[in-house]
């Protein structure tokens, strides 16, 4: 019973609807000769209980539920492996759907009917989720109106797929914590993730100037390549992030007054050493599952905040309006070719467990999205 409680205190109520056994995962009817049957099937990425994703999630046919009156059906077109896809099934998140659950939380769909109340979608719109949990690998599905968020159908189809979860979470990030001018500048770590590559574009586009820290790797020249021309002034290693060379990179530009972090452990120790007094360190990952220390003198004499990011959080704390004006101005980003998806690797829905397990290897140059 605590179990059901918790799951409720942290799921909206539009989710429960769809994610309970008895709106959701109905086994199929009993076959028979019609052919409306057969359309009512979908194919799903399901897991039924927590564990390696590649173990645990399993391509299975599900019934979809009827439209009702507030309901969309859409069918969906691409939906990323994003890390908290992987962090969800794995038990590790914030945010754990009731089991069974299809796996997703991001992707974008084309409306295929709507119910007698639906005014804000119809028929032939792009629709991508207004929250976590509704599970987007799968061929189509019956969502509630209030679940779904319309974007235009004239950006790039990957755009679209990856638009909800990294460049929402890295233009609250470049927006919320510190009143940035042009010239200034930000340093981050995890530079080439989804969201390290939204924030050197977005902060671009805004005049800022990035300091970039990644793993070193066999081809990191041609990841300095790739990330400079998205927008990145400078991308230094782990290891020269913590020499005394660093001091030269500030010798033509300002100290950061905020620093991304996506890594914790000495990564993250290293990003506070390098902040200007009074600046602040904005932490929304960890992937090197060690707690970010910072020293007593830094927060005395430097006066440095630390200070965490969860989209989730920022989506309850603000209107469903102000979600969608965040997604438009996105979009014109993207419009006006100052905002590209990331590196992408688009994999039929059948070919899943190939794009889990590719998803979860370090070094990742390419972004698994499954198409269906």
Known sequence: MWVCALWEARTPALLRRRLLP????????????SASAESSRVRALVYGHHGHPAKVVELKNLELAAVGGSDVHVKMLAAPINPSDINMIQGNYGLLPQLPAVGGNEGVGQVVAVGSNVTGVKPGDWVI???AGLGTW??????????LIGVPSDIPLQSAATLGVNPCTAYRMLKDFEQLQPGDSVIQNASNSGVGQAVIQIAAALGLRTINVVRDRPDLQKLTDRLKNLGAEHVITEEELRTHEMKNVFKDMPQPRLALNCVGGKSSTELLRHLAPGGTMVTYGGMAKQPVIASVSQLIFKDLKLRGFWLSQWKKDHSPDQFKELILTLCDLIRRGQLAAPACSEVPLQDYQCALETSMQPFLSSKQILTM
């Open 129 to 131: 989720p207004a929250t």
């Open 22 to 33: 008895a709106s959701g995962f109905r086994p199929p009817a009993a076959a028979s000769c």
């Open 138 to 147: 799968r061929t189509e599905a019956v969502f509630s109106e209030e679940a």
